[in-house]
């Protein structure tokens, strides 16, 4: 009777742990409109990642680096931004904004994006025509990924200069125009996407959907 129970014991307790493992990482998803409510056409960019690791690659193609924070209540989530030149740790956050499931926040005043946060268990479908940032882990784990539609365009002192992230014949691209120096034409510089890795062994391995 001790043996039966023993192993009775022993098989729901494995089978509790199993069923814990299939529960899956819990994705954190920011998709950008521009519009207060988040109901216009969708801008075409998301970014998605889990709780507490650092999405930042010093000096890299992406606009920013990125930390997702969880909050006591569940339903909500703080976005922290950082500099290009800054990881998660370095210094304070440019930009650190909190975002309720399912609701519609802007992220800022200076480009009216509005973030739709939202969570799931399985990272967001990237759509056909996009270049797509995938995260990987030392385990080659994706726990992440960052995509912009094909031509997006982001742009800084009131458009002085612009990034623009295309495929060029397949190849993920970003090109950078500095208007400010403007003597005639544009100064533009495209640059082919390569796979980056930061001190953490975060890989970031971009490609063309």
Not at 23 to 52: H, R
Not at 98 to 127: A, I, M, R, W
Not at 181 to 204: F, H, Y
Request: aromatic fraction near 16%; charged fraction near 15%; glycine fraction near 6%.
């Amino acid at each position: 009777m001790k043996t039966i129970l023993l192993s009775l014991f022993v098989i729901i307790n494995l089978s509790l742990v199993l069923s814990s493992s299939e529960e899956g990482t819990i994705f954190n998803n920011f998709e950008v409109f521009s519009d207060s409510k988040c109901t216009s056409e969708p801008q075409g960019i998301i970014y998605s990642g889990i709780f507490n690791l650092c999405y930042d690659f010093l000096y890299s193609v992406l606009p920013f680096n990125f930390i997702i924070k969880p909050l006591e209540n569940v339903q909500e989530a703080q976005f922290n931004i950082f500099s290009e030149e800054n990881g998660c740790f370095h210094k304070g956050p440019y930009n650190s904004t909190v975002y309720k499931q399912g609701g519609c926040t802007l992220e800022d005043d200076s480009n009216n994006y509005y973030f739709h946060y939202t969570q799931s268990t399985e990272l967001p479908q990237v759509p056909p025509n996009s270049i797509e940032f995938g995260f990987y882990d030392s385990n080659s784990n994706q726990v992440g990924l960052v995509y912009y539609l094909n031509g997006t365009i982001f742009s800084i002192d009131n458009g002085g200069y612009t990034t623009q992230y295309y495929c060029d014949n397949n190849v993920p691209t970003v090109q950078y125009c500095n208007y400010v120096s403007w003597t005639g034409r544009p100064t533009c510089q495209p640059n082919e996407i390569t796979v980056a890795k930061n001190s953490r062994d975060l890989k970031m391995i971009p490609k063309c959907i």
